[in-house]
C-alpha cells in the first residue's frame, strides 16, 4: 500500500491560514487522497478528499500538486476548535473483485493553536 | 439527528472475560468498521462489513469476532483470546459500496476499554 509521510506537529496562531503538508511519493492513478482529523477523545470526523483536482468544502481546501505526490490541507482561518491530529490517507478504489475496506491511518499532524 | 451510537463510552475487563461493544447507526450505512486505537497512534482495522450478514477480518482481528445481523448494528467482542485490550475502539459506517467508491467514513465516539 502506499504511504504517507507527515509532521509529527506543527503550530499556527488564531485566525491566520494553516497549510498541512503531506507527501505521498508512491500514489498511484487510482489512489484517492482522504484527510480526517480527530479531537482528543473523540472519533475522528472526515474534513475533504480528492483524486487530481483541487477540492473545496465548507471546512477546508484540498490543494494536490500536479504530479499527486503531495497534498496540502488548507485552514483558511484557524480557530481554537481546529486543535487536533490531522490525518491524511491514501484510498485506492477497491472494487476490483473486493468490497469496502478501511482506512490505513498513520500517526498525523498534531496541530496546535496559539491564541 | 442521524448518526453514530458507541455504548458503553466507558468498559472494564476482567482477565478472562470476553466483553462486547455496541455500535448502532440510523444513517442506513450499508458498510460498517470497526478499529482499534493506542495512545499516541493511528486507527488500525478490526473488521469491516459491508452488508448484512457478511465480515471481514482487517488488519488485526486476532481475539475479536463480530456480527452483522441488522444493518443498524454492528457489535465487536472482544474476546479472552485478546491479550492486550486495553484501547480506544472507534466504529465508523459509510454509504460506500461497488457503485459508489471512496465514500466518507462515520464515526461514533467510541468506548474506551480498560483491563481490571
Known amino acids: 500500500d502506499a504511504k504517507t509521510t507527515q509532521p509529527n506537529s506543527m503550530e499556527s496562531n488564531e485566525e491566520e491560514p494553516v497549510h498541512l503538508p503531506c507527501n505521498h511519493s508512491?500514489?498511484?492513478?487510482?489512489?484517492?487522497i482522504h484527510w480526517y482529523r480527530q479531537l482528543p477523545s473523540q472519533g475522528p470526523e472526515y474534513v475533504i478528499h480528492?483524486?487530481?483536482s483541487n477540492v473545496n468544502n465548507r471546512m477546508a481546501s484540498l490543494a494536490i500538486a500536479e504530479d499527486r505526490k503531495s497534498s496540502t490541507l488548507i485552514l483558511h482561518r484557524a480557530t481554537l476548535r481546529d486543535a487536533a491530529v490531522y490525518y491524511c490517507?491514501?484510498?485506492?478504489?477497491?472494487?476490483?473483485?473486493?468490497?469496502?475496506?478501511?482506512?490505513?491511518f498513520g500517526k498525523g499532524t498534531h496541530l496546535i493553536i496559539q491564541p | 439527528d442521524g448518526g453514530i451510537t458507541q455504548s458503553p463510552k466507558y468498559l472494564f475487563r476482567k482477565e478472562g472475560q470476553n466483553v462486547t461493544l455496541s455500535c448502532e447507526q440510523n444513517?442506513?450505512?450499508?458498510?460498517m468498521y470497526w478499529y482499534r486505537q493506542d495512545p499516541g497512534q493511528g486507527l488500525r482495522l478490526i473488521y469491516y462489513?459491508?452488508?448484512?450478514?457478511?465480515?471481514q477480518k482487517g488488519d488485526i482481528a486476532e481475539g475479536y469476532s463480530v456480527s452483522r445481523e441488522k444493518k443498524e448494528s454492528f457489535p465487536l467482542t472482544v474476546t479472552s483470546a485478546q491479550k492486550n485490550p486495553t484501547a480506544f475502539y472507534l466504529c465508523?459506517?459509510?454509504?460506500?459500496?461497488?457503485?459508489?467508491?471512496?465514500?466518507?467514513?462515520?464515526f461514533g465516539d467510541g468506548t474506551r476499554l480498560s483491563i481490571l
Open positions: 480528492g483524486l487530481t
Open positions: 462489513s459491508q452488508i448484512v450478514n457478511d465480515f
Open positions: 508512491t500514489i498511484s492513478g487510482t489512489d484517492y
Open positions: 490517507i491514501l484510498r485506492p478504489v477497491t472494487y476490483s473483485g473486493g468490497g469496502a475496506d478501511g482506512l490505513t
Open positions: 465508523a459506517s459509510s454509504i460506500e459500496s461497488r457503485r459508489r467508491q471512496n465514500q466518507p467514513q462515520h
Open positions: 444513517l442506513n450505512h450499508d458498510a
